[in-house]
């Protein structure tokens, strides 16, 4: 497809399970982005790749979140040990590598912790 | 650090009447702007962007914006809306980063709700 794709679109855990997302960005998107959206609150950023290498991982909340892009595409978030309060929309966004460049992104993966 | 600031959390609008959603910015460094559309369970979609020049910027579905530099302002403004605009409009701020990273820092949302 021609977009970012992002699966599961909707996943419940139970509290203290693992999760992973996943992302397809857009071919040929050197960048791409996490954002973690709560209900009723606007995204906030968790992490960013160029390529391979994770430059920027200042949003993570906590060491239970990391986030891998082996070979520089598909990118996964992990989440270990759940909690409630890790219930959100997760945002991935790809764009080229240039200023000012608009963010694409994808319909998100909707979290839900019992 | 940023932020953002969206004065109004919903903005009830009747049809075919004109709408502003109020964006307010702070910021010790030059930023990009931008205003965001999310249409119910879909990811967001870029409506505009204002990254130097023109101070108005127009952008899709007939929306246009004007950033004030002095009011740290970036209010969104449509003269006639329409049932399909009803939707939550976020506005985002980008610090000037070197390698182009956009790491958007987000307002809270507007919910625009467009009544017949």
């Known amino acids: 497809g021609a977009g970012v794709s992002q699966s599961p679109r909707y996943k419940v855990a139970k509290r203290g399970q693992d999760v992973a997302l996943r992302c397809d960005p857009i071919s040929g998107h050197v960048s791409l982005f996490w954002y973690q959206q709560a209900l009723g609150q606007g995204p906030e950023f968790l992490t960013y790749?160029?390529?391979?290498?994770?430059?920027?991982k200042s949003g993570l909340p906590s060491d239970r979140f990391f986030a891998e892009r082996p070979e520089g595409s598909v990118s996964t978030l992990k989440i270990q040990r759940t909690q409630q309060e890790d219930s959100a929309v997760y945002l991935c966004?790809?764009?080229?590598?240039?200023?000012?460049?608009?963010?694409?992104f994808g319909e998100g993966s909707r979290l839900t912790v019992l | 650090a940023q932020s953002v600031t969206q004065l109004d959390s919903q903005v009830p609008v009747f049809e075919e009447a004109p709408v502003e959603l109020r964006c307010n910015y702070s910021s010790s460094v030059s930023v990009y702007l931008f205003w965001y559309v999310q249409y119910p369970n879909q990811g967001l979609q870029l409506l505009l962007k204002?990254?130097?020049?023109?101070?108005l910027v127009k952008g899709i579905n007939g929306f246009e914006a004007e950033f004030n530099k002095s009011q740290t302002s970036f209010h969104l403004r449509k003269p006639s809306v329409h049932i399909s605009d009803t939707a939550e409009y976020f506005c985002a701020v980008n610090p000037l980063a070197r390698q182009g990273a956009q790491k958007l820092v987000f307002g809270q949302g507007t919910r625009l709700t467009i009544n017949p």
């Open positions: 790749f160029q390529n391979e290498a994770q430059l920027d």
């Open positions: 966004a790809s764009s080229l590598i240039r200023e000012g460049g608009e963010l694409f």
């Open positions: 204002y990254l130097s020049g023109s101070t």
